[in-house]
Nanobody
Framework: QVQLVESGGGLVQAGGSLRLSCAAA????????MGWFRQAPGKEREFVAR????????YNADSVKGRFTISRDNSKNTVYLQMNNLVPEDTAVYYC????????????WGQGTQVTVSS
């Protein structure tokens, strides 16, 4: 079956950086668009970034404002989210997801990794 496993979360001070990874198994990774989402306590899940099969990228400009970079390594079946200049408002559980390029919905989701930014 398909598995998406996030890692790299943790506790960091404001202004710091983290790199999240999402390792995929059980699917043809290069055929899928990959996305990162996050959900803070008491809030709805929020789109963060997406990378298409072509490596074209899309971001939630309002929330990440050029601080986050999504990338993929098809040879490792892994998608990354480099997060720089973190602020306490970035505190959330971060999820990766896989979906078809031509649809906005995602077919598979990981279990999430906690990111906590202290002030």
């Amino acid at each position: 079956q398909v598995q998406l496993v996030e890692s790299g979360g943790g506790l960091v001070q404001a202004g710091g950086s983290l790199r999240l990874s999402c390792a995929a198994a059980g699917l043809t990774f290069s055929s899928y668009a990959m996305g990162w989402f996050r959900q803070a306590p008491g809030k709805e899940r929020e789109f963060v970034a997406r990378i298409y099969r072509s490596s074209l990228r899309a971001y939630n400009a309002d929330s990440v404002k050029g601080r986050f970079t999504i990338s993929r390594d098809n040879s490792k079946n892994t998608v990354y989210l480099q997060m720089n200049n973190l602020v306490p408002e970035d505190t959330a559980v971060y999820y990766c997801a896989a979906g078809q390029d031509y649809r906005t919905q995602y077919d598979y989701w990981g279990q999430g990794t906690q990111v906590t930014v202290s002030s």
